[in-house]
Every structure is written in C-alpha cells, then in structure tokens.
C-alpha cells in the first residue's frame, strides 16, 4: 500500500489518511486519524526534519541500535471501528501499533505497507467512486453510472499513475463525501485509528 494523501474530511474536523493498494487491483483505505497522528505523517511524507527528534524518530534510532531493522508494516485487523498494525522487524519480530505509528515509521524509511485481505475487504472504498471527468456522457442513451455494474471495481489500467491528478481526484472527491462514504457507519469519535 502506499500513502496517497492526508486531508481533511468534507466538514474540515477531521483528518483523513488514504492509502492505496498497489499495484493492483488498487483498493483504497480511508483512516479517520487524530490532528497530531496526521501532522506526524505529513512531516515523514515531505521529509521534514524538526529540530528535536519526534517520537517516530525516536523509536527508529533505538531500533537503530539495537542492531534491528524495520522490514515492513502489516495492517491486520479492523475491530470495532479501529485499525491495527504490526511493525514486522528483520530478525522476525513483530510489534503490535497502532496503525497511525506504523504508518509514520513506514513513510520515512519507504518500508513496505501491507494489509490483510479481510481489512481491505472490510474497510475498502472503490478508488474511482463518482466521475470527476466533468463530462455529460451520463446523459446518453446506454451511458451508466461509473461503477454501478460493480461499484467495488477499480478502475481500468491505463497508463503511468499520474499522482497529482489523484491527489486533485481526492480532494474533489472529499469536498463533497459524507461519513457514510467511509464506512460502516461506526462512530468515528472511537481513536485515532478509526475508519
């Protein structure tokens, strides 16, 4: 998976972390996450460097030196609204975290996220979920609603993965999203790591 963008959800309260399966089929996974959990994020995802180590760094020099090295990252489970993590270590150690941590700790070093075919199931929403091409073509005769023979399906392959043309898709996409796109319906006031 990797990390395609953190936002804001429609109403501008809460952040939202969106992965995305790759290479394919290309499922994406909406997180619900905390203020200070996606400040971390995006500070990994620009490269930034505080002055004073953060606790994501913090946590990397002491695997650092104890002669370890963080090989990948697996989401395993979605209960109760929550997603959970392991951070799977080079000498097959595994640590549960939460999803937010790992994902930080994954982005800086470009380790590898994973995630268990029953969470994606669970908590999966299409990557394409309405037509942001701005064309009328629904209006045609015989012309159907993007993904309604299969709203789950991705999208067809075509081509190189323009990333800011996604990222603007996202942002689009969040201006006009409810809860309700998001999920189960779960209550989204239940931590950091809800869905």
């Given at each position: 998976m990797t990390v395609?963008?953190?936002?804001?959800?429609?109403?501008?309260?809460?952040?939202?972390?969106?992965?995305?399966?790759v290479p394919e089929p290309r499922r994406q996974l909406p997180v619900l996450i905390g203020l200070p959990e996606a400040a971390a994020i995006e500070l990994q995802r620009q490269g930034v460097d505080p002055p004073r180590p953060?606790?994501?760094?913090?946590?990397?020099?002491?695997?650092?030196?104890?002669?370890?090295?963080?090989?990948?990252?697996?989401?395993?489970?979605?209960?109760?609204?929550?997603?959970?993590?392991?951070?799977?270590?080079?000498?097959?150690?595994?640590?549960?975290?939460?999803?937010?941590?790992?994902?930080?700790?994954?982005?800086?070093?470009?380790i590898p996220i994973e995630a268990e075919e029953d969470v994606l199931e669970a908590g999966a929403a299409p990557v394409q979920l309405l037509d942001l091409t701005g064309s009328d073509d629904l209006d045609e005769p015989g012309a159907e609603e993007p993904g309604a023979a299969d709203p789950d399906a991705?999208?067809?392959?075509?081509?190189?993965?323009?990333?800011?043309?996604?990222?603007?898709?996202?942002?689009?996409?969040?201006?006009?999203?409810?809860?309700?796109d998001f999920g189960t319906g779960e209550d989204p006031g239940k931590g950091p790591d809800a869905p």
């Open positions: 395609v963008a953190v936002g804001m959800d429609p109403a501008g309260t809460q952040p939202v972390l969106l992965l995305r399966e953060q606790t994501h760094d913090l946590i990397r020099n002491v695997v650092a030196a104890f002669g370890r090295r963080l090989q990948r990252v697996r989401i395993t489970a979605l209960r109760d609204g929550i997603y959970h993590a392991e951070l799977q270590f080079d000498d097959g150690t595994a640590v549960s975290s939460r999803l937010t941590d790992a994902v930080a700790l994954a982005v800086r070093d470009s991705p999208p067809a392959a075509s081509g190189p993965i323009d990333e800011a043309a996604e990222l603007e898709e996202l942002r689009r996409f969040l201006d006009i999203a409810t809860p309700e």
